[in-house]
C-alpha cells in the first residue's frame, strides 16, 4: 500500500539519453525519455499491442519505439507510427499508453503517480542541492534496494546499525545513539531531529557541538592523514536529521565556520519488496578534486553497505509492514515519526495502514 498523491523522485536527469530508462513507482511500470523537444516525459512501459517493456526499446526521433513490433509512442502516451499497416491508416483507439506528470527540477525526475492531479502543482526545491548554498554535489548511481518502503526508510532513520553495519565507511562509529531532539514540520509532511547536548539531568534543547571527524575508512590508514586537511572541516555547531513524504532522509551539518553539509537519499517506493533510492553529497567546504574524490569513494561505500544489510532481512520482516508485531527498543525514537507520518498519509488517500506498532511504546499506530 502506498501513498501516491505524492512527488517522488524517479530518477536522475543525467539518466535520459539514447535509450528509455525503465522504472517502477508504487507498482506502476514506468519509461522515461526525452521527447523530440527534449522535455523529459513519462509514460506506462507496458504495450497495450502484446505487452512488451517498452524502456527496452528503442528512442527514435523523441518518441519510443516498441522492441517487438516497431510501434512508436509520443510523449503524450499516442501511438502515432504502426510500421506493419499503410501511411496514413487508421492507428487503434486502444494503443494509448498512461502518462505521468513528471517534473524535471535541481538535476533530478519527480513523478506524480496518481490519477488526480498534482498539489502542488511541482515538488518543492531542496536546500541541499541549492548551489548558492552547497556548490559541490554529487549522486551516487540510482539503486534498488531489495526492502519495502518501510525497511529502508527505517534504516536510513536509523542510528544505531551505524556501528554494525557501516564499518567501512563510518569506522569507530559510537554504539550509542546520543540524545535528540524531534520537532514535526510546519506543514506536517515531515519531522527534524536534533542532537542535543546532555547535561547531569538529562538531555537538553541546546544542539550539541561536537569535533569533526573525517571518515576515511576506504583509504589506507598511513594515506589518510595527507586526505584530511583537503576536506575543510570545522566544530559542528548544528547536527541534524530529517524525513519528509517526498522520501528524502537527509543529514545536515552546519559548521563554525558557516559551511554547510547534506548527506541525502530520495527514497521511492517500487514495489512491495523494492525501493529505489537515489542519494548523494552537497557541500561548501573543500572546493579541490581530492576532496571530491574522498567523498565520492565514502559515499559508494555507504550506500553499498546499506544495500548489503538490507539484503540480509529475513522473508518475514520484507513486507510492506515490516516484521509483525515489532518489537521497539529505545533506539528506535528517531524511525517511529516516520511510521505516523506515513500512516496519517495512507489514511488521507483512505488506505488502510499495514503496520502496528510496538505494544512496549504505548504508541498508536498513527
Not at 508504487?26 to 519509461?31: D, I, K, T
Not at 553539509?261 to 567546504?285: I, Q, Y
Request: glycine share 10%; proline share 9%.
Amino acid at each position: 500500500m502506498y501513498v501516491t498523491r505524492n512527488w517522488y523522485v524517479i530518477g536522475l536527469a543525467t539518466e535520459l539519453g539514447a535509450v528509455p530508462v525503465g522504472r517502477r513507482v508504487c507498482g506502476l511500470p514506468v519509461a522515461l525519455f526525452r521527447d523530440g523537444d527534449g522535455r523529459a516525459r513519462a509514460t506506462g512501459s507496458i504495450c497495450p499491442h502484446r505487452g512488451a517493456d517498452l524502456a527496452q526499446g528503442r528512442l527514435v526521433a523523441g518518441r519510443v519505439q516498441c522492441p517487438f513490433h516497431g510501434l512508436e509512442f509520443d510523449g503524450t502516451g499516442r501511438c502515432v507510427r504502426v510500421p506493419s499497416q499503410p501511411p496514413g491508416a487508421p492507428i487503434a483507439t486502444g494503443l494509448q499508453l498512461p502518462t505521468y506528470p513528471i517534473v524535471e527540477q535541481q538535476g533530478l525526475l519527480w513523478i506524480w503517480p496518481d490519477p488526480s492531479p498534482p498539489v502542488p502543482s511541482s515538488p518543492a526545491s531542496f536546500r541541499g542541492l541549492d548551489a548558492s548554498v552547497v556548490p559541490r554535489h554529487y549522486f551516487v548511481r540510482p539503486r534498488t534496494y531489495g526492502g519495502s518502503y518501510l525497511n529502508v526508510v527505517e534504516n536510513a532513520l536509523d542510528g544505531a546499525h551505524l556501528a554494525f553495519v557501516h564499518t567501512r565507511s563510518v569506522p569507530g562509529a559510537p554504539e550509542s545513539t546520543g540524545s535528540w531532539h524531534i520537532s514535526m514540520a510546519p506543514d506536517g509532511r515531515g519531522f527534524e531531529a536534533l542532537a542535543v547536548a546532555d547535561s547531569e539531568q538529562g538531555s537538553t534543547d541546546r544542539p550539541l557541538e561536537m569535533p569533526s571527524r573525517a571518515y576515511l575508512g576506504f583509504a589506507p590508514r598511513l594515506v589518510r592523514p595527507l586526505i584530511e586537511p583537503f576536506l575543510g572541516l570545522d566544530v559542528v555547531v548544528r547536527y541534524t536529521f530529517s524525513y519528509d513524504l517526498s522520501g528524502r532522509v537527509c543529514f545536515h551539518t552546519t559548521y563554525r565556520n558557516g559551511c554547510e553539509d547534506f548527506l541525502f537519499a530520495f527514497l521511492t517506493p517500487s514495489e512491495a519488496e523494492k525501493t529505489l533510492v537515489f542519494a548523494g553529497h552537497s557541500r561548501a567546504r573543500g572546493a579541490n578534486p581530492v576532496a571530491d574524490w574522498a567523498i565520492r569513494s565514502f559515499m559508494e561505500i555507504l550506500v553499498e553497505e546499506d544495500g548489503v544489510a538490507l539484503d540480509k532481512l529475513s522473508q518475514e520482516a520484507r513486507g510492506p509492514a515490516g516484521l509483525m508485531p515489532p518489537a521497539v527498543i529505545p533506539a528506535d525514537r528517531t524511525s517511529l515519526p516516520f511510521r505516523r507520518l506515513y500512516g496519517r498519509a495512507l489514511r488521507a488517500e483512505e488506505k488502510s495502514v499495514p503496520w502496528a506498532l510496538g505494544r512496549s511504546t504505548g504508541e498508536a499506530d498513527s
